[in-house]
């Protein structure tokens, strides 16, 4: 029963007694209005009181995994009795910041005696970094007649990390080459900065500096020279999947085990001690998070987690290649979604390119087109198989 119809039930009640005794007179139909007439009256002056005695409080893991139940927490501080006091309600504001979806739970924390901890089970479908706001709190009195707010929680949040696959990362050897730290990078074209390994068209943006005007002279248009750049790292993976995808909204399945390659393929370079880096399209252009070890590994993947998806798939490559990173590693591991795509953006770069795409029925098909390696991992990868991928 809501609160209006209480309202109106008790209201009802007492002006039947009104009524009655209005043409019986009875001194016991007089109490028993008096006592309805008491009891509403006390009943709101004891409730805004137990409202100044209670306050919630919230609590979650710092780390759950999608698809998995997960225990939240709600602890009520009563200072003294609370004798009108029959439930507390609790509204939840819960905002995914990865995916950018907001949900609302509303709880009835029922006080039975001297309690004062309460569970519920809360499970995500979909990864990223979960931030828990309390919307709203207020207590409500045994006969169900009034309200009272009391002070809210403060936000909690909890990581939801995608499933573990098992996944092997094999190294083209042919790409292989030293970190800047030990010196220039070996077996890859420009690992002299002094060395010029490339020339293409000028486009906008260029430096002018980098015109090479002698063949421009001679081809009647301008001709930009590539030198060669050190790098600190090898490797890049860059996360190109966003909310929307070519044929519409990128299920979440699709989305989760994308995350989960990627965690997968970055937690064993991690292992193996390879320096990379992950790439994320932030407010400010791209993120790199440097990975060279298990707390850089660890760091990164709560960032991830928390970092808002682009709008579409191919945000993040058309911004890393406005953002001319593309020059500056050997080879990149592109994760996306859906059916396998031609990736028309990243032909003609120096870039060795493997794109990891999690598609609903892949079956670790691989194909080359033109000069990138495009391998098909299923949406719903299985925990007793090994998928290994070449880049």
């Not at 979960?130 to 707010?149: A, K, P, Y």
């Not at 949040?157 to 730290?181: H, I, N």
């Not at 050190?230 to 190109?240: E, N, Q, S």
Request: net charge negative; glycine share 8%.
């Amino acid at each position: 029963m809501t609160q209006r119809e209480s309202r109106l039930v008790y209201g009802l009640t007492l002006l039947a007694l009104l009524v009655l005794l209005y043409f019986a007179a009875s001194p016991i139909l007089l109490a028993a209005a008096a006592l309805l007439a008491a009891l509403w009256a006390l009943m709101g002056i004891a409730l805004t009181v137990d409202a100044k005695r209670l306050s919630v409080r919230c609590e979650c893991p710092e780390a759950a995994q999608v698809g998995r139940r997960v225990e939240l927490r709600f602890r009520i501080d009563r200072d003294g009795l609370l004798p009108a006091t029959r439930c507390v309600f609790v509204e939840l504001q819960l905002h995914n910041a990865l995916t950018g979806e907001d949900s609302v739970r509303q709880i009835c924390l029922r006080l039975w005696g001297s309690g004062t901890a309460y569970s519920m089970d809360l499970e995500s479908e979909d990864c990223g970094e979960l931030i828990i706001r309390c919307g709203r709190v207020w207590i409500q009195d045994h006969l169900e007649l009034f309200h009272r707010n009391i002070a809210g929680f403060d936000p909690v949040r909890m990581t939801v990390y995608p499933r573990s696959v098992s996944l092997e990362v094999l190294l083209d050897q042919k790409s292989t080459g030293s970190p800047w730290a030990d010196g220039p990078m070996q077996n890859r074209m420009g690992s002299d900065a002094s060395e010029t390994f490339d020339i293409r068209e000028y486009r906008p943006g260029d430096d002018v500096r980098l015109i090479h005007w002698k063949l421009s002279g001679k081809a009647d248009d301008l001709i930009v020279r590539l030198p060669g750049s050190p790098v600190l790292y090898d490797l890049v993976v860059l996360a190109d999947f966003g909310i929307q995808g070519a044929e519409g909204p990128t299920p979440a399945r699709q989305r989760n085990a994308a995350l989960a390659y990627g965690c997968a393929a970055l937690g064993q370079l991690a292992d193996s001690g390879i320096r990379c880096c992950l790439a994320l399209q932030g407010a400010e252009g791209i993120q790199l998070l440097e990975i060279g070890g298990q707390k850089d590994y660890a760091n990164a993947m709560a960032v991830w987690m928390g970092t808002p998806l682009p709008q579409k798939n191919g945000d993040a490559l058309r911004l890393f290649q406005s953002e001319h990173l593309d020059s500056s590693f050997s080879r990149m591991l592109l994760l996306n979604t859906g059916k396998l795509t031609a990736e028309q953006q990243l032909t003609g770069t120096c870039l060795s390119v493997t794109v990891l795409s999690a598609a609903a029925g892949g079956s670790g098909e691989t194909a080359e087109l033109g000069s990138v390696r495009v391998t098909e991992l299923p949406d719903a990868p299985e925990q007793n198989v090994t998928y290994r991928i070449q880049c």
